[in-house]
T-cell receptor, first 113, second 114 residues
Framework: EDKVVQSPLSLVVHEGDTVTLNCSYE??????LLWYKQEKKAPTFLFML????IEKKSGRLSSILDKKELFSILNITATQTGDSAVYLC?????????????FGTGTRLQVTL | KAGVTQTPRYLIKTRGQQVTLSCSPI?????VSWYQQTPGQGLQFLFE???????NKGNFPGRFSGRQFSNSRSEMNVSTLELGDSALYLC?????????????FGPGTRLTVT
């Protein structure tokens, strides 16, 4: 059974800190890894990673994938209170047109003043 | 461009009943995926429809079913409701289908089974 594990489960940091969120996975026929941010209801897409070692960056957020060690990290620098959310990691796996998305349980990040 | 809409937003049902949830994707999007989110299990994939065909399916019992119409709107049906079906049900649409393309999530339908 495909498995995605995120750590830590929750994190409280001060504004301005840098945080690293972890996502490890065990899946058959890996295709891609995705990061989402969920603030209240609907998750919003952050990154999709398919290739090892290539960093994706968007402002203060960046992410990288290690397909050999089966993990990804999401970095947030100079955190702001608006970064407070649950960050979800999901892995797409499958062959051909059949694929499945497995989510981790998320990391709850709280940024305090 | 209007976002993904889901109706109803909140629903209370009794065990044994059935329920139908609706999702209208972003205009032009052909793929709709459904997810169940609970505090214990997190976000779990139910199924994906693309051009009226179910293309991918998660590990849920047959009580969970769905369909997609020619205008890409999708419905999800849960029959013989159980207490454990209480959850937030999210749908997401994407232009091409599959998660290589960005998904946009709707606000969800909160289902409570009593």
């Amino acid at each position: 059974e495909d498995k995605v594990v995120q750590s830590p489960l929750s994190l409280v940091v001060h504004e301005g800190d840098t945080v690293t969120l972890n996502c490890s996975y065990e899946v058959t026929n890996f295709r891609s890894l995705l990061w989402y941010k969920q603030e209240k209801k609907a998750p919003t897409f952050l990154f999709m990673l398919t290739s090892s070692g290539i960093e994706k960056k968007s402002g203060r957020l960046s992410s990288i994938l290690d397909k050999k060690e089966l993990f990804s990290i999401l970095n947030i620098t100079a955190t702001q209170t608006g970064d407070s959310a649950v960050y979800l990691c999901a892995v797409e796996a499958g062959t051909g047109t059949a694929s499945k998305l497995t989510f981790g349980t998320g990391t709850r990040l709280q940024v305090t003043l | 461009k209007a976002g993904v809409t889901q109706t109803p937003r909140y629903l209370i049902k009794t065990r044994g009943q059935q329920v139908t949830l609706s999702c209208s994707p972003i205009s032009g999007h052909r793929s709709v995926s459904w997810y169940q989110q609970t505090p214990g299990q997190g976000l779990q994939f139910l199924f994906e429809y693309f051009s009226e065909t179910q293309r991918n399916k998660g590990n849920f019992p047959g009580r969970f079913s769905g369909r997609q119409f020619s205008n890409s709107r999708s419905e999800m049906n849960v029959s013989t409701l159980e207490l454990g079906d209480s959850a937030l049900y999210l749908c997401a649409s994407s232009a091409q289908g599959g998660w290589a393309y960005e998904q946009y999530f709707g606000p969800g339908t909160r289902l409570t089974v009593t």
